[in-house]
């Protein structure tokens, strides 16, 4: 089996994209970058449907994509500090950065469901 037909969220479609897309421009490597080109060309005819139809899409797609550039920014410094082993006052601001860009991810994906009327909405519970 080379690959499987899940079903997901119109929310979590548009998530996969950009978050493909972004790797289609930071990604170097040839191999990989072939493999990601794969998996967005498979993806792309799924959106552009509900694109044509419903013109907020574009701009919630680009909202969500600006929210994963902000989530890569983040993980790649968080990466970083990491490796140099500095886990001080920078490092606790970029990891409470992650939840805040991640609150603000779900969110575009669900308003992006409700527009769609997808079948599937994504939830998140948290301990206070």
């Keep these: 089996m080379s690959t499987l037909l899940v079903p997901v969220s119109i929310g979590e479609l548009a998530d996969k994209i950009t978050i493909l897309e972004i790797k289609s421009e930071r990604i170097g ?5 072939a493999n990601v080109r794969t998996e967005l060309d498979d993806l792309l005819p799924l959106w552009a449907p ?3 139809t419903q ?3 574009a701009e919630l797609k680009t909202a969500l994509r600006e929210a994963n550039t902000r989530m890569w920014d983040v993980q790649d410094a968080l990466r ?3 490796a140099a082993q500095d886990f001080g006052d920078e ?5 409470r ?6 609150g603000d991810r779900v969110q575009i994906k669900n308003t992006i469901n409700r527009l769609a009327g997808s079948r ?3 939830e998140k519970q948290y301990r206070a």
């Design 91 to 95: 490092f606790v601001e970029l990891a």
């Design 120 to 122: 599937f909405v994504e």
């Design 50 to 52: 509900l694109a044509q």
């Design 55 to 57: 013109p907020e899409m």
């Design 29 to 33: 490597d040839a191999q990989k970058l």
């Design 80 to 82: 970083a500090k990491e």
């Design 97 to 102: 950065a992650v939840a805040r860009h991640n």
